[in-house]
């Protein structure tokens, strides 16, 4: 079983920067993809970014440039980099972590809030 442990949610004024952290620990694949979705309430659960063991991302639309994912040399820790946050950014963010391949969702974490403010 894999445990997922997010960090670095907060409240951010508008322009600011937040950097979200996600750690896995457990048993995992060590082909895999990490990534960050997020939630806002009366919406629908939408990737933000993704990061793959081979360093393949995938960002969500909204991003235009604004954020970077990364993961660091142990392959068990992914980090977004969130900078120009706009009021929309404000959510739950989830770390997420699926097998390489596989279509199904994978494990998920409990979630981080940010809150972008005036």
């Known amino acids: 079983q894999v445990q997922l442990a997010e960090s670095g949610g907060g409240l951010v004024q508008v322009g600011g920067s937040l950097r979200l952290s996600c750690t896995a620990s457990?048993?995992?694949?060590?082909?895999?993809?990490m990534g960050w979705y997020r939630q806002a309430p009366g919406k629908q659960r939408e990737l933000v970014a993704s990061i793959s063991t081979d360093g393949d991302t995938n960002y969500g639309d909204f991003v235009k440039g604004r954020f970077v994912i990364s993961r660091d040399s142990t392959k068990k820790t992914v980090y977004l980099q969130m900078n120009s946050m706009e009021p929309e950014d404000t959510a739950v963010y989830c770390c997420?972590?699926?097998?390489?391949?596989?279509?199904?969702?994978?494990?998920w974490g409990q979630g981080t809030r940010v809150n972008v403010s005036s």
């Open positions: 997420n972590l699926r097998i390489y391949g596989d279509r199904l969702s994978g494990d």
């Open positions: 457990g048993r995992f694949f060590r082909r895999n993809v």
